[in-house]
């Protein structure tokens, strides 16, 4: 018998068509309710419930409870990295569920990734921060200089607080439209929550598509382009 991880149930999980919907509709890091993602999958409440208790049993998903409403999401950056992963296999062998146009052109650009910056612009600030030496790459991992400390703190993020969580500071997260990486983590997370404080960008609440306004974009491209 081989030892080690099996994948297959995890690829069984996702493959489903069904259940594949509705993990693509919480990668944007939003809690969804089993009746919105019955319209995702295209199912009915029923069958969605069906889903929903497989993904949660297989760990994908987790469910919290507001009032008489409950909410699933993603279990964790994890998920959404893997499902990022097997987005860019999908996209570079063509297997995509429409065809291109404005709103494909958005997402290519900027879009959430579970609860950080991806696309043209992630991969962008990414790549500023590991040139400027703020983040240091030593093959599959990034860390943070100390001279990223100092830039980030003046950027008003707290690194203590975000180095204490217990998710990883700073992760590489493959990019499915730039087939390259953007950055995850506790700190992608935090970046994109400060570019929303500062109102650098706005969010369609429908879609992980995220807006740079035009003060945002200069903002950005000074500190990061």
């Given at each position: ?23 693509a509709?919480l ?8 009746s ?14 069906s ?11 987790e469910?919290?409870?507001?009032g ?23 996209a ?17 650009k ?42 980030l ?19 590489p997260?493959?990019d ?19 570019f ?30």
């Amino acid at each position: 018998m081989k030892e080690g991880p099996s994948i297959a149930p995890i690829a069984a999980l996702a493959g489903d068509p069904g259940r594949a919907n509705m993990l693509a509709a919480l990668v944007s890091g939003m809690a969804l309710t089993a009746s919105e993602l019955a319209a995702e999958a295209g199912v009915t409440l029923q069958t969605a419930s069906s889903h929903l208790a497989k993904l949660e049993g297989g760990g994908l998903i987790e469910v919290s409870k507001a009032g008489r409403h409950r909410y699933f999401r993603l279990a964790n950056d994890d998920v959404a990295a893997m499902l990022e992963a097997i987005m860019g296999v999908a996209a570079r062998t063509g297997q995509m569920r429409t065809r291109p146009g404005p709103r494909d052109s958005a997402m290519r650009k900027a879009r959430v990734c579970y609860d950080h910056l991806a696309g043209e612009m992630g991969v962008l600030l990414l790549d500023n921060l590991v040139k400027t030496r703020h983040l240091a790459r030593n093959g599959d991992s990034i860390k943070l200089t100390r001279r990223g400390e100092s830039f980030l703190q003046d950027f008003c993020i707290d690194i203590h607080s975000l180095a204490s969580a217990r998710r990883p500071l700073c992760k590489p997260c493959l990019d499915w439209s730039m087939r390259r990486e953007h950055l995850g983590g506790a700190l992608g997370a935090a970046l994109l929550e400060r570019f929303h404080e500062l109102k650098w960008i706005d969010r369609d609440g429908s879609s992980r598509v995220v807006r740079f306004t035009r003060s945002g974009e200069a903002g950005f491209g000074r500190m990061f382009a």
